[in-house]
């Protein structure tokens, strides 16, 4: 059991990983670090996990497991700007569900490196930015916009003051933003103001 030097639990570890990550980032958090937070020896963590990369990817999971999905259902729409005003709709529910592994995913230096280094994550990656884009992909003026609307997923996740936003509030205004950058004004939802669904 935790904290009498026993073996801890697999989901144990990637909360613990997530909590030190969260406060301390990946490269300032050692497998020591983890094994302390839980009171076991580094071998009771090693026990799981072989590298603190794979520990970064379990704590990531259900952010990626939910990327992919989003994407799976995406490419249903045939028609390039509802597939990018659907992406971005998902994507903000995600982003209000996974709040804090956004901060992460999207904002740690650390992690962006492993997945950039992982070709399937990576690919999911790619496919996002094509869907965000729409039919400008490959576009400067497209790389820009879906990069300042992935990042802006992030800032709430990492801004305290948008902590106290609720979940409504924040998912509207993620959508809103999503749809003024990223699809045409004449097509989203049909109207230029039309409500966030």
Known sequence: MPGSGGPAARGQVVAAAEELFAVQGVAGTSLQNIADCLGVTKAAV???FRTKAAIVFAVLHPAMDGLATLLRVVEGHDDPV??????????????VVHRRLYGLLLGDVTVGQLISDDAEI???FHQLHDVLAGASAGTDAS???VSVFLSGLMGPAVDPRCAQVEDVALRRELVQIGRALLVPPSAASGTPNAPVR
């Open 46 to 48: 090693y026990h799981h």
């Open 82 to 95: 509802r597939r990018t005003e659907a992406a971005v709709v998902a994507l903000a529910d995600q982003a």
């Open 122 to 124: 990576a690919g999911l």
């Open 143 to 145: 790389l820009v916009r």
